[in-house]
């Protein structure tokens, strides 16, 4: 992904949004430079706001530059925002992303993951709706025997009473080798 | 004898030798699938294994680290889609050698030569190592404040072409680790008033975010790119074929150890100058260089797993990472309470030799692995992406999740995905991002310690910067980095040319 100068020396066309994008990080960048301006003690070269306000400060010099830049390079010919920069597919996924974040805390792990694969590889394959279940099944299952009993990460639970079926699970090897006798 | 039996640890247990076999082969897939990288893997891996024991921890990530530079040459042999940055002069000779259906012979000349040249970078690394923590110990803060500010500069300028938005990244990765409570005064840094910021933000948020979504969400743009199928034959190269070749593995090794161990620079720029150096010394190649060329292909690989040696240099008696993927096993060793850099050759000896010994374990896995299991290998390439990403994305969440058990970090993780989505389109590079965000402590720390210690006063601070030679060249290397990026150097050659043109006339 390294910008390549075009034949001739002359400067490739900005992607569309970049100057855009640029001069959202400076206002982002002058911001910062005031917040950390800001920050409480006293105005010694060894206070807490020294390095951040260095940093922020280069932040916003080297954005000054990078706009400058940008906004000197020719305007984009022949290319849109929405088909170069966000396709649909992109915008989809960060918007399921979203609604796993915001779902998985009250419907726990389990049905919220099935529900994002299920989404997720229905709308990008375009494939059947079974095929789609059966992966969305088979990996979620996967992915919890792989973290929850073998790197035991714990994973909001919801409404599956997951704690209850690692027990049942334990029960039942602890007892298979002797036979079932308890 | 010591460093000897913590070096052997690896093989006395086996389950820690199956974790590092486990981690070597997943790293090969890992590395071979493009889109999936060797940082998006560890990252991820980083924070389902903080409750391990750190000896098992290291053993996987280490093998994950080795079998993922070694694995991108296979979809750089077969499908000219480099899998990792490192096999991109991989590919320049040995994709037309398998399109002469020569892809076998590649491979396993590949696997070969990385086993080659991983041996030759952990020799370094465990001859040279001690000698520079020793030297290390004689480092000044400041000078501590200056390695820390190349390495970010270095990666800055080398992995996206542009210095500028490399400095713009790299300060934001160190305002970024900033975020939270001073640890000296207590003082609310960029907290915004939100008791949630107080402690800091999670770099594992940050690094599965910039590395594992943003990733995801560009590939997600090339979903409906198909894997090509190719034939392999025999893998196994001739003994002949590596004994011709073995001079100039030695000599690429050399270049890899070097570049590798240099702040800033990884496996990518390593293959690359190999590459170039390889063109320059064969006088008559069978076959010209960029139409499969063998050496043009030997000289990449073990330059790229030289390099790996070389990075845990820097990484195990500086605690100044390489790359994004040491910077990532740098926030590994810290989650697990271990503080890389001199004080750690000395007080933790064994846990650096243990290192040594697991990387010699997944070099020889390598090597295993690499010759073996091929038909696996083209089914799990052809795995479709629209069923890989969703899944990538899961873990990322989970692992994001898992570190804190805070849906905080999931938030972030998702925020720092979207916004290294957008940097990697317009062509900013991550990497100095994740370098600042670890090294910002150490900067800060290293800052004030050295301000205090002349009295807060500017001039004798920089009158010590020329007191110690040390010093003084690591100053003149950032100065050069800086203007070595700007018209500067154009004008000089310019003027020179004139002035010489000028006397040859007159």
């Known amino acids: 992904m390294s910008q390549t100068p075009e034949p001739g020396g002359r400067q490739p066309a900005r992607r569309p949004g970049e100057a855009i994008f640029a001069a959202l990080l400076l206002a982002g960048s002058l911001a910062l430079l005031w917040q950390a301006w800001n920050i409480a003690g006293p105005s010694r070269l060894s206070a807490a706001r020294s390095v951040p ?17 940008t906004l ?4 984009p010919v022949g290319a849109h925002f929405r088909l170069d920069i966000l396709p649909g597919q992109v915008v989809l996924i960060v ?22 694969l299920l989404v997720a590889i229905k709308l990008l394959s375009r494939g059947s709706w079974l095929r789609a279940a059966w992966i969305a ?4 299952l996967a992915i919890w025997v792989i973290f929850r009993l073998v790197f035991t990460v714990l994973m909001p639970q919801g409404i599956v009473p997951e704690g209850q079926i690692v027990q049942l699970l334990r029960d039942l090897f602890a007892a298979a080798p002797g036979g079932g006798a308890r | 004898m010591d460093a000897l039996l913590a070096a052997l640890t690896v093989i006395t247990q086996p389950q820690l030798l199956l974790l590092v076999a486990i981690g070597t082969f997943a790293g090969i897939y890992v590395g071979a699938i493009p889109g999936l990288s060797v ?3 560890v990252s991820i891996l980083i924070s389902f294994t903080f409750s391990w024991e750190v000896y098992s921890a290291l053993a996987l990530m280490t093998g994950i680290f080795m079998g993922g530079v070694y694995g991108g040459s296979r979809t750089a042999i077969l499908l000219n889609i480099p899998g990792a940055p490192s096999a991109i002069a991989t590919a320049l000779d040995g994709h037309p050698l398998a399109q002469r259906g020569e892809a076998g012979m590649a491979i396993g000349v590949a696997t070969v030569m990385s086993f080659i040249g991983g041996f030759v970078g952990i020799l370094v690394l465990a001859v040279a190592a001690p000698t520079v923590a020793g030297f290390a110990l004689t480092f000044q803060p400041r000078d501590y404040m200056l390695i820390a500010l190349l390495g970010i500069l270095l990666v800055g300028s080398l992995s996206g072409g542009s210095l500028t938005k490399g400095i713009f990244a790299g300060a934001l990765g160190i305002v970024i680790g900033a975020v939270g409570m001073d640890p000296l005064t207590f003082a609310q840094r960029f907290t915004f008033g939100l008791p949630d910021l107080r402690g800091g933000i999670s770099f594992v948020a940050v690094m599965i975010g910039l590395f594992g979504v943003s990733e995801a969400l560009i590939q997600l743009r090339h979903v409906d790119k198909q894997a090509v199928r190719q034939k392999i034959t025999r893998i196994l190269p001739s003994f002949g074929t590596v004994r011709k070749h073995l001079p100039l593995a030695l000599q690429s090794s050399g270049i890899g150890v070097t570049i590798g161990a240099l702040p800033g620079t990884g496996g990518d720029i390593a293959a690359l100058l190999a590459y170039d150096h390889a063109k320059r010394v064969t006088r008559n190649p069978e076959t010209p260089f960029g139409e499969g060329a063998v050496e043009g292909l030997v000289a990449p690989e073990t330059a ?13 008696t500086l605690g100044i990472p390489g790359d994004a993927v040491t910077a990532i096993m740098i926030g590994a060793l810290f989650i697990h309470g271990l503080n890389p850099g001199p004080m750690l050759m000395v007080d933790r000896p064994e846990m650096f030799w243990f290192i040594v010994g697991t990387l010699v374990a997944a070099n020889c896995f390598v090597l295993l692995f690499g010759l073996t299991g091929i038909r696996l290998f083209v089914k799990v390439v052809e795995m479709p992406r629209t069923v890989l990403i969703p899944l990538i994305l899961i873990l990322s969440i989970v692992g994001a999740y898992a ?19 957008f ?28 301000i205090i210690s002349v009295r807060e006063s500017p001039e004798r601070f920089f009158q010590q910067l020329f007191a110690s030679p040390l010093s003084t060249v690591l100053l003149m290397a950032v100065i050069l980095i800086f203007l070595s990026q700007t018209p500067l150097p154009r004008l000089i050659r310019a003027q020179w040319h004139k002035l010489r043109s000028g006397r040859q006339t007159g």
């Open chain 1, 53 to 69: 306000v260095a940093a922020t400060a280069v932040m916003c010099g080297a954005m000054l530059i990078v706009l400058i830049q």
């Open chain 1, 72 to 75: 000197r390079r020719p305007r």
């Open chain 1, 95 to 116: 918007g399921l992303l979203i609604g796993y974040a915001v779902l998985l805390r009250p419907l726990g792990f389990l049905p919220t993951s099935a529900l994002f």
């Open chain 1, 137 to 140: 099944v088979v990996s979620v």
């Open chain 2, 39 to 41: 940082t998006m893997a």
């Open chain 2, 304 to 316: 790229n797993n030289a390099a790996v040696g070389g990075a845990f240099v820097p990484m195990m």
């Open chain 2, 403 to 421: 570190v804190n058990n805070a849906i905080t970090d999931v938030y972030w993780m998702l925020a720092f995905g979207v916004l290294g989505y």
């Open chain 2, 423 to 450: 940097l990697r389109l317009y062509h900013y590079p991550v990497a100095p991002v994740i370098l600042g965000v670890i090294l910002s402590r150490l900067l800060d720390e290293n800052w004030r310690r050295a």
